[in-house]
């Protein structure tokens, strides 16, 4: 998702109108409502990715929603307010690729520039379910390192997140 701030016009307490300005020097404009003065900060949303290592593979789901509907992923999703983040990643799990799974470890965290969106990535391992399709899926698949669909995949995060999976695992693409 990108950055845009142009999606606003109306302030959320008063329903005034919002313009952009320069509140301190070495900021970005915020948008500031012309009637109460409300400042409208834009923060990034939460998401999270799990890699689940399975058989002699890794898991990647085949997205059946836009954006990148039909391009694959590591399971994930948005953060919900007040959830945490280690929830997201057990639940999203489930609903899209019907696996029960725990987390083993932080992987590392991913943002881009001009990008809202921020990732967490967990590294996880498998205690229930059998593998297929749910939720927002095409189909799913297990991938050895050398098969990974990488001129396929949807987003940096799942690109980034699988290349210093690998890296750590020291299993070779
Ligand atoms: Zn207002």
Redesign the pocket.
Known sequence: MTYREELYKF??????RLVKKLLKAQEPRRLV??????VFYLDPKLATIAVIPLEDGIVLLRRAIEPGYGLWVLPGGFVDVGEPVEVTAVREVAEEVLLQVRITQLLNIYSYTGRTTVVVAFVTEVLGGTLGPGDETLEVGIFRPQEIPWDQLAFSSSRDALTDYLKMTNLQV
Do not use: A, L, R
């Open positions: 302030c959320p307490q008063c329903g005034g409502c012309t009637d109460c003065g409300f």
